[in-house]
């Protein structure tokens, strides 16, 4: 699961990449979508869990929890949400697929949803983990006028594409 946290700052080892969203883009907050594959069937299976780890997960990304609700399926799958003073966190499980489906919002600059991710594949023991991060929020308005900038992030080679257009 290393170098899931690259996107953003990481509290934890304050690494960080050379985009400057904060400058071009009034930002609203992080967006991280991941695919996890290759997770432990008996771990994905459990809705006990699944919750604790989602928990814990945006716990120690610095969220703070107002209410969660966790589903089990029969005869297996998990799904669960995580309702946080800064958005959400919710996960969906197909344990026969050894894969889990996660989806972190968070407004504010103390919430590290990538922290969260990294928690949540690491306890579930995915063998692979396919991450989109996403900056979400309205253009800052100085710029708004002038040059219009697309953020690309290709998950794949990590890396930041930036397009301009006017």
Not at 72 to 86: C, K
Not at 132 to 150: A, F, P, Q, T, Y
Not at 159 to 166: H, P, R
Request: with cysteine; proline share 2%.
């Amino acid at each position: 699961v290393k170098g899931i946290t690259q996107d953003f700052q990481n509290p934890n080892t304050g690494a960080s990449t050379d985009t400057d969203f904060g400058t071009n883009f009034g930002t609203m907050g992080r967006h991280v979508i991941a695919d996890l594959s290759g997770c432990k069937r008996e771990l994905i299976s459990s809705v006990e869990y699944v919750q604790q780890v989602l928990e814990e997960a945006v716990v120690k990304a610095g969220a703070t929890i107002v209410n969660s609700i966790f589903h089990q399926f029969s005869p297996i799958g998990v799904s669960g949400i995580i309702l946080l003073s800064e958005s959400h966190c919710s996960i969906h499980t197909w344990p026969d697929e050894g894969y889990a489906a996660i989806d972190i919002y968070t407004c504010g600059e103390h919430v590290f949803p990538q922290v969260a991710c990294e928690h949540i594949a690491s306890k579930l023991k995915s063998a692979e983990v396919c991450i989109s991060s996403l900056e979400r929020g309205i253009e800052n308005k100085m710029i708004r006028h002038h040059n219009r900038h697309s953020y690309v992030h290709n998950a794949e080679e990590t890396k930041i594409l930036i397009a301009e257009t006017i």
